[in-house]
């Protein structure tokens, strides 16, 4: 985008930092597949001179495990309890660490309620 000129096109971005089943401290997944992806938007956006302006997270969060099937999305499945954690920590984070990310939007604390196949 930025090699075709978007730079003056956008006052911020907006990104999907989503945690898939890593901590927010995790930078282990090579597909970036984890919270900290944000960092590496964020260095494309510095070394595009763009780094005044700030990243809005539209989806950040984790999917709580449930017993409804998810399907191919249940390999990102995280306790309610490290779903809690993590969310807490990833607005930490952010808070403290990166000035520049924000507001952050949860997403999806509970796909599951949301499920029309489910007994609930």
């Known amino acids: 985008m930025y090699g075709a000129g978007a730079r003056p096109c956008f006052d911020l971005l907006r990104a999907n930092p989503k945690g898939f089943a890593f901590s927010p401290d995790d930078t282990s997944d090579p597909s970036g597949r984890n919270f ?16 005044g302006k700030d990243m809005l997270a539209t989806e950040m969060g984790w999917l709580r495990d449930t017993t409804v099937d998810l399907g191919g999305y249940k390999w990102m499945k995280v306790s309610a309890v490290d779903q809690a954690h ?13 000035p520049w990310m924000g507001p952050l939007m949860t997403w999806n604390l509970d796909s599951a309620a949301f499920d029309p196949a489910s007994n609930h």
């Open 36 to 51: 900290s992806r944000a960092l590496e938007w964020r260095a494309i956006m510095q070394a595009n001179s763009d780094g």
């Open 86 to 98: 993590y969310l807490a920590r990833a607005y930490h984070k952010a808070r403290r660490e990166r």
